[in-house]
């Protein structure tokens, strides 16, 4: 079906009922973060194996990204609405398995099952929009399911503490039960349900190996104490493995006769620009999340709440950035809008780089006005990583066939994801190796070698004052590199192309 064989508001009502999968899938996403502590006393873990909350975290993020690319292709063979339909479904089991599991490994289960539901439902309503809107269109459309979906990252965590304090973390995951059936039925009753022409095949091998790749590269790369080591224990070996089995997906998709992408009718140099610019688009998305909170709690005094009250600054931008980005490229284009979004958000984390240890007290002065500088800074990176969503999205559709298009948005997707993963790991170990560098030659005051308690207090504040030092340069060398990463995403944005040029 095509913008011309269904009327506005039919289309308006069949993206609606996606955008509200999506919201819903996205609302799961961190909303686990704000109850660990409540599952960690329920099923009473003990306090010396806290490693066994990690693959709760783990777990969704696993799904996510391991059956995308696999269950993006499945759209294009079974049709839009099947897809939906079944990861709502998949969706709601998770969720009843979640809620309730009276063991951490059951409890995991159900994380894996919504994971791998939730995400697929962002590249199938992506590849939907595209099938009801036209090239010139599609982009504000897609802008909206990217603002459900930004939208829903920034709720998941206020939604999951309110739900918890009012009826135990176990009433987050009963709630989703009627929501998923609710977009069910307005899926149902408002997608179309006609199959593509011509069904594509599905890659069963190509996907399977590429969804093992991911998944060790995300349980490789996942660091539960990022704070005092770069990789965890079983990184380095997960990590080897990942790139053995990448090789092995390569060899088969340069052989085999069905593939995860056909490249034979895709414009690669559009597509791979897109892919690119989304890689560094997650960089610069986790840098944010990770070290402005660390960043909050190391050198600001704040705890997690505190730090999450700092992050809303962004995390409510990253929305409002994603629709406006989607309108906004529906009349100027893919390129120019992306290119300008990489360069807004290295703008401010430039400004960024510039941060003390007062930051908060610091003003930005500009002409008559005197603003926040801290609120400001993070209000244009959220801004700026918000514009790109929907115009690579929209890139990466348009350089793909009709036929291609759930695995081509699922790829952009999984793109993202894996440069949030890549992203923080390599950043981290580069900040790491500064702050070891820093402190190395610093020795920690021992009370009896001073004559004085006011000679230990002072030997005390003076390695105090280094070590928060040695931590903000950490900080500020880290968003000055990602400055120059998101420089490198917009040079990348500019190979996507025009509509004229395809």
Not at 261 to 271: A, G, I, K, N, S
Not at 300 to 310: A, T, W
Not at 316 to 338: D, T, Y
Request: include cysteine; charge should be neutral; charged fraction near 15%.
């Amino acid at each position: 079906m095509t913008e011309v064989g269904t009327t506005r508001r039919a289309r308006s009502v069949a993206i609606g009922a996606g955008g509200l999968a999506v919201l819903l899938g996205a609302l799961d996403t961190y909303v686990v973060i704000g109850l660990l502590r409540q599952i960690i006393e329920d099923l009473q873990i003990p306090v010396n194996r806290l490693e066994q909350v990690t693959p709760i975290v783990t777990g969704y993020l696993l799904g996510y990204v391991a059956a995308m690319p696999l269950l993006g292709q499945a759209s294009d063979r079974f049709g839009r609405k099947t897809l939906l339909q079944a990861c709502l479904a998949g969706f709601l089991v998770g969720s009843v398995l979640t809620a309730v599991a009276g063991s951490v490994p059951l409890l995991v289960v159900g994380r894996v099952v919504l994971g791998i539901a939730g995400g697929a439902l962002l590249p199938v309503t992506m590849a939907l929009a595209a099938d009801l809107w036209s090239e010139r269109r599609r982009a504000t459309v897609l802008g909206a399911v990217g603002g459900a979906q930004e939208l829903g990252s920034v709720l998941g965590p206020v939604y999951g503490i309110a739900l918890a304090a009012l009826a135990g973390w176990r009433s987050v995951f009963w709630v989703n039960v009627p929501l998923a059936l609710l977009a069910m039925v307005a899926v149902y009753f408002s997608v179309p349900g006609n199959r593509p022409a011509e069904r594509a095949k599905v890659d069963l091998v190509g996907g399977g190996l590429l969804a093992i790749a991911l998944g060790m590269l995300v349980v490789g790369l996942y660091n539960p104490n990022p704070r005092e080591q770069v990789l965890p224990s079983w990184g380095l070996p997960l990590l080897i493995v990942a790139a053995v089995v990448f090789v092995l997906f390569l060899l088969w998709e340069s052989r085999a006769k069905t593939r995860l992408l056909d490249p034979t009718h895709v414009r690669m140099r559009p597509f791979l620009a897109a892919l690119g610019t989304s890689i560094a688009a997650g960089a610069a998305l986790m840098v944010t999340l990770v070290d402005v909170d660390l960043f909050s709690q190391t050198l600001l005094g704040r705890d997690d709440q505190g730090s999450v009250e700092l992050l809303l600054r962004f995390l409510v931008a990253l929305p409002v950035g994603a629709i406006a980005g989607g309108f906004v490229a529906s009349r100027a284009g893919e390129r120019s809008v992306a290119f300008v979004g990489m360069l807004v958000a290295g703008a401010g984390f430039l400004l960024m780089s510039g941060w003390t240890a007062d930051v908060l007290s610091t003003p930005h002065e500009l002409g008559p006005l005197t603003l926040p500088r801290l609120d400001t800074d993070l209000v244009i990176v959220g801004l700026g990583l918000g514009l790109v969503i929907a115009p690579l999205s929209s890139a990466v559709l348009r350089a793909a066939p009709p036929e291609q298009h759930g695995v081509a948005s699922a790829g952009v997707v999984v793109a993202r994801m894996t440069g949030m993963l890549v992203g923080i790991a390599a950043l981290s170990a580069w900040g790491l190796h500064r702050f070891h560098s820093m402190t190395a030659s610093l020795d920690v005051p021992i009370r009896v070698l001073y004559p004085s308690d006011a000679a230990y207090e002072t030997a005390l504040g003076d390695y105090v004052g280094a070590v928060k030092n040695a931590l903000l340069t950490q900080y500020t060398e880290i968003f000055l590199i990602t400055s120059v990463v998101c420089a490198a995403g917009a040079a990348l944005a500019l190979l996507i192309g025009s509509r004229r040029g395809h």
